[in-house]
């Protein structure tokens, strides 16, 4: 890569004062700005005109920008009050929780979320799970506990039993 220009030098200090990577976003009046900031730091990068200094600066602000779409993923999640999974079905909360899966799963393919939205992501997780086996009262429970104890390793004596009770 070649040494700072001037224009590169302009355009970085143009990203300093914004605070963040520029995105190339239509929308409002405001937003030309970043965009056009956006298409410079583009065909500097397509030029090579950056140095590995100014790249690593850009990777730091990139990374310390939060995503609001994560963000708004994250909501969610907390209000739902459990990891989304992809349900079947055509009813509206069925959609939006296998739509909500799927974002949450793109989120954690692309790197998306931070490690504190993991961690919470884990104790949604943890919590969600306890409440399953809370849940196990009644029937429910007393058929797991039947399952449980017949998954269970058995002991010298019953498998004595067995073999006794199909030999004799």
Known sequence: MSAASPSV????????ALGRVPKEVRGAEGD???RQ???RLRRARGHKKLTDEQEAELATLGA????????ALMNEIRALGRIPRRVRGDGPEVVQERNLA????WAKAHGKLTADEEAQLAEIALRDENNRVVHLG????RFAQTVLDHWAQPTLE???SFKRRRTG
């Open 9 to 16: 030098a302009a355009l970085m200090a143009d990203i300093r």
């Open 32 to 34: 030309v700005a970043e």
């Open 37 to 39: 900031l956006a298409v």
């Open 64 to 71: 310390a920008q939060p995503d609001a779409n994560t963000n």
């Open 102 to 105: 799927k974002r949450l799963e």
């Open 138 to 141: 009644g029937s429910t429970g």
């Open 158 to 160: 019953e498998v004595k």
